[in-house]
């Protein structure tokens, strides 16, 4: 049986507020995308042979968006 992407970031969730240590958590959301996005834009991006506007409509998103989103990963 293999893992879902929730269980992934489930397990890694856990990890992540074990290894605080005490330490307050900060920024959790921004982490978590961050951590996701990036990889995800990398697959997709190679799914689609690079063709930003296939792999906008993959994602169900506008090729301006992804195109910002592309950038802002520094993935173009």
């Not at 959301?29 to 906008?56: H, S």
């Amino acid at each position: 049986m293999s893992a879902t992407i929730s269980d992934c970031v489930r397990r890694a969730l856990h990890s992540y507020f074990r290894d605080l240590d005490g330490q307050p958590p900060h920024a959790i959301y921004e982490m978590v995308l961050n951590a996701v996005e990036k990889p995800m834009l990398e697959v997709v991006m190679k799914q689609a042979n690079g063709n930003q506007t296939v792999a906008a409509d993959m994602l169900g998103i506008n090729r301006n968006t992804l195109r910002r989103k592309l950038t802002d990963h520094h993935l173009l």
